[in-house]
C-alpha cells in the first residue's frame, strides 16, 4: 500500500508522525499548534526561556517572557498536547546578549534575532527535537519552503508585509530539510481568523514589537547593564575631519542617526560612520549616507554557487526594499555592488541575497556587512 504524502511533505499518515512545534507563546505559533493537531499529527510543543527579564521587560511587548510562556502552557493545554519547556537563559546570553553588547562597541549595529535563530533557536532547538524523535521542527515564522528533488528552499513569504526570511539566511541547508513554515503562503488576517475559530486565548494577542531583552527599545541600557565602562567620551568630527563636537559614548550611535548628534548646522547632520578604534563619530548630510559597495563576511550560501546570475536582489536591512545588485564571489573580499542608491548601510546588519523565479523570491543565503 503506497501512503499519501501528508501536508508536511512526508509519506507518513499524520497520526504517525511526530512533530515538534516552536512555541512563543503568541499567536503565530499557537496557531501552527493547533493547525497540527488538528490535522492529526503528535504535536509537541516546546518553548525556551532565554533571559530572566526586569520589570520594564516584562511590562514591554516582547517575545519570550515569563507571560509569554504561560501563554504557551495555557495553549498547549486547550490543545491537548504534550508541552515542554527549556532553559537557556546561559546560552542566549553567551550567544545573543554578549554578541550584541560587543558589536555596539565596536561601531555595530547588531542583529539579535538573527543571532538568536543562529545560535540557539534553530541549532539547539533543533537538536531537542531530533532528541524527541520527531519528524519535523515547526515554526510560526513568514516565509515559504518548497522542496524540489528532495532538496528545500526558502522564499519569501506570501504576506510581503510580514516575511520573516531575512532573519532567516543563516540557516543550514540541513535545517532547511528539516523545517517546516505552515504560515509562509497565509495573510496574517488569515492566521488570526484560524486562531479564533480555534478559541486560542492568543487570538487577538499584540505581536512582539522590541528585541526580546531590550526593555522599550531602550538597547544603550542594556549595555549599560553588562558594560558600564563602555561610554567614554569622544570627538565628533564632520566629513573634513574637523572637530565639531563632544558625544558621550559611540554606543549612543549607529550609521544613519539624527536624533542625538546636538550639532546646529545649516542641513540636519547625520551619523555617517563610527570608529572605533579612534573613539570617533562621523557626521555628514544625508547624501553622504549613500552606498554603492558592500563587503561581507561569514557568508551562509542555501543554493551552489552555479544558481548566482550576474543580477541578484539584496536586502540590506530587515525592513528594507529589494535592492538590484551584483554579487562578486570570486575575490578575497566579498563583495556587492548596488545598483540603485541605499542610505545608511551599517556594519552588523545582514546582507541577504535573493533571486526571482516561477516560485517567487527565492533566498539564496546572505552575510554580515563589515567595514
Known amino acids: 500500500m503506497t501512503l499519501k504524502i501528508n501536508s508536511i511533505g512526508l509519506n507518513k499518515e499524520p497520526k504517525d508522525t511526530t512533530v515538534v512545534v516552536a512555541m512563543s507563546g503568541g499567536v503565530d505559533s499557537s496557531t501552527v499548534a493547533g493547525m497540527m493537531k488538528k490535522e492529526g499529527y503528535n504535536v509537541i510543543g516546546v518553548t525556551l526561556k532565554l533571559y530572566n527579564e526586569s520589570k ?20 498547549a493545554h486547550k490543545l491537548d498536547i504534550q508541552h515542554k519547556v527549556f532553559y537557556y537563559q546561559n546560552k542566549f546570553k553567551k550567544g545573543v546578549i554578549d554578541n550584541f553588547v560587543e558589536s555596539y562597541l565596536k561601531g555595530e549595529t547588531p542583529i539579535p534575532c538573527v543571532q538568536c535563530n543562529k545560535t540557539v533557536k534553530f541549532k539547539d532547538l533543533f537538536d531537542e527535537a531530533k532528541n524527541l524523535n520527531a519528524d519535523a521542527l515547526i515554526t510560526g515564522h513568514y516565509v515559504k519552503s518548497i522542496t524540489i528533488n528532495n532538496r528545500t528552499h526558502m522564499y519569501r513569504a506570501v504576506d510581503t508585509n510580514r516575511d520573516q526570511s531575512y532573519f532567516l539566511f543563516n540557516t543550514t541547508r540541513e535545517q532547511l530539510n528539516y523545517l517546516r513554515f505552515p504560515l509562509g503562503r497565509m495573510l496574517k488576517s488569515e492566521t488570526r481568523e484560524i486562531a479564533n475559530n480555534l478559541n486560542l486565548n492568543v487570538a487577538s494577542k499584540p505581536d512582539s514589537q522590541d528585541i526580546c531583552f531590550v526593555p522599550n527599545g531602550n538597547y544603550v ?28 559614548g559611540i554606543v549612543n550611535f549607529t550609521i544613519g542617526q539624527r536624533r542625538g548628534i546636538k550639532i546646529s548646522a545649516k542641513k540636519p547632520l547625520y551619523v555617517v560612520d563610527i570608529n572605533p578604534d579612534t573613539n570617533e563619530v562621523i557626521v555628514g548630510v544625508k547624501n553622504e549616507l549613500i552606498k554603492k559597495d558592500i563587503y561581507l563576511k561569514d557568508l551562509n550560501l542555501l543554493v551552489d554557487e552555479k544558481e548566482f546570475n550576474d ?25 556587492i555592488k548596488l545598483l540603485e542608491d541605499e542610505y545608511g548601510i551599517s556594519p552588523g546588519q545582514a546582507c541577504v541575497f535573493y533571486s526571482k523565479d516561477k516560485y517567487g523570491e527565492k533566498v539564496l543565503g546572505g552575510g554580515w556587512i563589515k567595514r
Not at 517575545?63 to 495555557?74: H, V
Not at 542594556?222 to 558625544?247: L, S
Open 56 to 75: 520594564e521587560v516584562a511590562k514591554s511587548k516582547q517575545c519570550c517572557s515569563g507571560q509569554d510562556i504561560m501563554d504557551a502552557k495555557r495553549v
Open 311 to 335: 543580477e541578484i536582489y539584496v536586502k540590506v536591512r530587515s525592513t528594507g526594499k529589494l535592492i538590484k545588485s551584483k554579487l562578486d564571489l570570486k575575490r578575497e573580499k566579498v563583495s
Open 221 to 248: 541600557s542594556v549595555i549599560e547593564k553588562f558594560r558600564p565602562d563602555a561610554f567614554k567620551k569622544g570627538n565628533i568630527k564632520n566629513m573634513d575631519g574637523k572637530i565639531i563636537g563632544v558625544h558621550d
